[in-house]
């Protein structure tokens, strides 16, 4: 925005984002006052709007720019100008207040960020709390203020630094037995303002997560009195119980220690647990959100308590009641209940797995069986449900977390015991559909975690599984059939049961809701018992070509071309090349009619479901083949590889259909290793082709793997460097554009992969190389980028090419190496390790940190005293203050961290430094 426009225009626009029947119009208004909040005008005009008060919506807009302006560009304001802005929107807050508590709260968090970064404002909380407690008008903002500014303080918008942040928790923590006193007031004079109280308890929270209340003087206060006391009374309203049950929550889980907090502990486990007769009361009333708001309060009271409750079970506060409440709530109707304590019993497993304790094991093993229990009945379905159950929806969502509970928790209980009893149940009485379900469902849980050896009643189960009539309920025999699939290796220690399993499966492979799981099922066997299904191939073959007859989801049907390929690789080696061409050929021939119907009619069909299951067939075709031997598979993909080679061709400009078959070339490398060599000419000469005028970053990922198979063969080197420059001259075009690094994290993934292959296979052939300098230079510039698996490919890059200039592994290039990556660090260390520390403090998520010390730490391993003045130089190039007038780092932390990294011994070492010193600065 090259001038300022006139608050008129800027009004218009406000009025048209939220009054504008035409979405243009929104859209058009949208873009011009986000064009305004990025510029430096924003700070003047939304002062001037706040001030005319004109409406609703405008104060809103100008409240909300103000709070962005100083989270974002705090540094565009001089520093003679934050006592001015200060005023001001205090005034703007007193003068808005009955306006609208969106726009009280915007400027709340515009005034909490700004005394956060505000270094010249001490004890701002004083200051405010001064300024107007005693006018009951001015309560509510107050409330507001202090509200969000203890949340402020761990916001990621804001980089203060760690020394700010210190000062900042420090100051909170020295006035918070003001706040509470003001809180506590407050209530005494509002006692029967329902939304008073509301912010009070908000606020209460606000501080309790901070962590800076003293727990003795939190403990003699009236305001947890009033906490339960709002909890206990049957009259209390939706808003205010939740409320007050978040503050409870919030004051449990900020106990971090519960024997350095005892007095407020006690006060609040004592409390709890008089929540128990207002919680059947909620029961009662079906009063669902107060029933939920207890769960929470009860769970994080185990959640808190659970170290005393293992130490101690049964004595003091690790009295065993708090488990009983939480049983009390696993047995409501509703399932959303029971979830909410799934975390704590994941980790009371986790506790007892470790400690390991037989002893202790036996108290709470009571517990987790009566938890057991509860789980069974939530996991049934309606008695009038049709169908299989489904996956996706919430309650299919919540069996699967069911599922993953019992898993970690069975050992308490015992997997066999569980199994039997759950079988028994079955087996003795006659219980509905429903219930027969819901216990295969959990049995299947189980299943994997049973030791297959001679046990009778696992070969009983499956006995009269495969013996369930087609009558029964369709839901009974989808999960039968699930569970049958989680047996696998009990088939294959009983390989007795492998016929009547088989065909139990393709019984339901045949039936629509039944196919996907069946096949599912199909895969686990295929995986498990590959040796026995050997004989079984034609079967699987005849399966896999009339797939499609089949009604399974693309997951499903991939499965079962992948148990097939398993099975495949374990025939005889002379059976497997037949065996893989007519596997392939219903793919190959569909892909050939799509090429073909193409060409007559100029448009080409979608080729995806063929090459993904090609690309499946060989990822899993991997039989054992000795030294000498020709690869079984080695004609048949080359057999297949024009038609590849042409849909590639068809479709060059789509890159979904590329990357698939870049994939499946990619598995067809792979599975015959040096046996593909002469597919390595057309296929780099087709890929080198396409990229230059379709830069698909799939072919960078599929150079690699050709770089990884070829890169040590002496005679592909030359080869496969000219395939590598090629590649660079129009990726680099691409990433030089503006952005173009952030815009396209996927090609500097796979280019990085690309050249951390050839310094793992041929680091000579690249060091030697004339693109090697913008390799470099291109990831020195992409240190910065935020991208996970961009960042992660980059710094391995940068790591692996240093080290083969530290690792002596008695190669006679050893010192060729060393001598030309001292050429390449001689020009680009020093800016390297800058960028490095740069991107650390400023751009890289916390994270990637491991991955930089490894090429710092590398760095050092080759030359430590050049290193030393690389890093000094870093460093004092680092900003010492933040735009605030804090400090940010001392001289004595940029000492101290240098030496720390200088100095260490091993890489972790380096890596903690970092940790410790980047947070200076976020």
Not at 462 to 474: A, G, K, T
Request: one cysteine or more.
């Amino acid at each position: 925005m090259e001038s300022k426009p006139n608050l008129t225009l800027v009004y218009q626009a406000v009025q048209a984002l939220y009054h504008d029947p035409d979405p243009a119009g929104k859209e058009r208004a949208s873009l011009w006052l986000g064009e305004l909040q990025r510029s430096m005008y924003a700070w003047e005009i939304s002062d001037q709007l706040l001030q005319l008060k004109q409406d609703v919506e405008s104060c809103y807009f100008a409240a909300q720019t103000m709070k962005m302006k100083i989270q974002t560009s705090f540094y565009e304001l001089p520093p003679d100008t934050h006592n001015a802005l200060r005023d001001s929107l205090l005034t703007h807050i007193q003068n808005l207040r009955e306006l609208s508590p969106i726009i009280i709260t915007q400027l709340a968090l515009a005034i909490a960020d700004l005394a956060l970064q505000m270094a010249s404002w001490k004890g701002c909380v004083h200051t405010l709390i001064e300024k107007y407690n005693s006018d009951v008008s001015s309560m509510p903002f107050l409330i507001e203020i202090l509200t969000v500014l203890p949340e402020e303080v761990h916001s990621r918008s804001l980089r203060i630094g760690a020394n700010r942040r210190t000062e900042i928790i420090q100051d909170l923590s020295y006035y918070s037995s003001t706040v509470v006193t003001l809180l506590t007031s407050c209530v005494e004079k509002t006692v029967s303002d329902e939304k008073m109280l509301i912010k009070v308890f908000r606020c209460l929270s606000s501080w309790f997560n901070l962590g800076v209340l003293d727990s003795n003087f939190m403990a003699r206060n009236q305001l947890l009195m009033v906490l339960f006391q709002v909890l206990q009374r049957d009259e209390t309203s939706t808003n205010l119980h939740e409320a007050a049950s978040d503050c409870v929550c919030s004051a449990l889980y900020a106990m971090e220690n519960v024997d350095n907090n005892v007095a407020l502990a006690l006060q609040l486990f004592q409390g709890v647990l008089t929540l128990e007769t207002a919680y059947h009361m909620a029961v009662a009333r079906e009063d669902l959100d107060k029933v939920l708001n207890y769960c929470r309060i009860f769970t994080e009271l185990c959640e808190t308590f659970l170290e005393t409750t293992v130490r101690s079970p049964g004595q003091g506060m690790g009295d065993l009641r708090t488990l009983e409440l939480l049983l009390i709530c696993a047995g409501h109707p509703q399932y959303e209940v029971v979830e909410i304590s799934f975390n704590f019993w994941y980790r009371l497993g986790e506790h007892l797995y470790k400690i390991n304790d037989a002893a202790l094991h036996s108290i709470f093993r009571p517990y987790i069986q009566r938890l057991l229990h509860c789980l069974a009945r939530h996991c049934q379905l309606d008695p009038d449900h049709e169908g299989i159950p489904e996956d996706t929806d919430d309650f299919g969502e919540f069996r699967m977390r069911v599922s993953d509970l019992v898993k970690d928790v069975i050992f308490l209980v015992g997997s066999m015991e569980c199994f039997s009893q759950l079988y028994s149940t079955l087996k003795d009485g006659n219980p509905p559909w429903e219930v027969t379900e819901a216990v295969l469902f959990i049995m299947a849980a189980i299943a994997k975690s049973l030791d297959p050896e001679n046990n009778p009643t696992l070969s009983e189960v499956l006995q009269q599984v495969v013996l369930l009539p087609e009558s029964v309920h369709m839901a009974v025999r989808y999960t039968s059939i699930e569970l049958v699939g989680e047996m696998s290796e009990v088939v294959d220690r009983n390989p007795r049961f492998l016929d009547p399993v088989l065909n139990y499966l393709m019984k339901g492979l045949r039936e629509k809701p039944l196919a996907s799981a069946a096949a599912k099922s199909i895969h686990n066997m295929c995986s498990v018992c590959r040796d026995h299904m050997a004989q079984h191939f034609q079967g699987l073959l005849e399966i896999a070509r009339s797939l499609d007859s089949f009604a399974l989801s693309t997951e499903a049907a991939v499965g079962l071309l992948k148990g097939t390929a398993l099975v495949l690789a374990r025939l005889p080696l002379d059976k497997i090349a037949e065996c893989l061409s007519d596997l392939c050929a219903v793919q190959v021939i569909a892909l050939k009619k799509l090429l073909a119907e193409g060409s007559a009619n100029g448009k080409s069909a979608d080729p995806t479901v063929w090459l993904d299951r090609l690309a499946v067939i060989f990822r899993h075709t991997n039989p054992i083949v000795e030294n000498g031997q020709t690869h079984p598979c080695q004609n048949v993909i080359q057999e297949i590889w024009p038609v590849l080679s042409d849909t590639l061709n068809t479709h060059q400009a789509d890159n979904r259909i590329v990357e698939r078959c870049c994939r499946c070339l990619r598995f067809a490398v792979r599975c015959v290793g040096k046996g593909s060599a002469s597919l390595l000419q057309p296929l780099v000469t087709q890929m080198v082709g396409v990229y230059q005028v379709y830069p698909h970053s799939c072919f960078l990922y599929l150079g690699s793997i050709l770089v990884d198979e070829y890169g040590m063969e002496e005679g592909c080197r030359g080869g496969l460097l000219d395939m590598l420059q090629a590649l660079c001259m129009p990726t680099f075009q691409l990433l030089e554009q503006p952005n173009g690094l952030r815009n396209h994290p996927d090609t500097v993934d796979d280019l990085f992969r690309l050249a951390t292959r050839f310094v793992q296979r041929s680091p000579i052939t690249l060091l030697g190389s004339s693109i090697i300098v913008h390799i470099i230079q291109c990831a020195v510039a992409a240190t910065a980028l935020d991208h996970r698996d961009a960042n992660c490919s980059v710094m391995k890059f940068v790591r692996d090419l240093v080290h083969t200039g530290v690792s002596n592994d008695h190669e006679e290039d050893f010192e060729l190496r060393k001598r030309l990556i001292g050429q390449a660090l001689e020009q680009h260390g020093q800016q390297l390790v800058t960028q490095l520390m740069h991107s650390c403090c400023f751009c890289l998520p916390p994270y990637t940190l491991p991955d930089v010390a490894e090429v710092l730490w590398e760095l050092m391993m080759f030359d430590r005293p050049t290193f030393c003045r690389w890093l000094e130089s870093a460093l004092k190039g680092l900003p010492k203050e933040t735009s605030g007038g804090a400090v940010t780092v001392t001289h004595k932390q940029l000492t101290d961290f240098h030496k720390q990294v200088t100095s260490a011994e091993e890489c972790k070492q380096v890596c903690w430094s970092i940790r410790e010193f980047t947070r200076l600065f976020r």
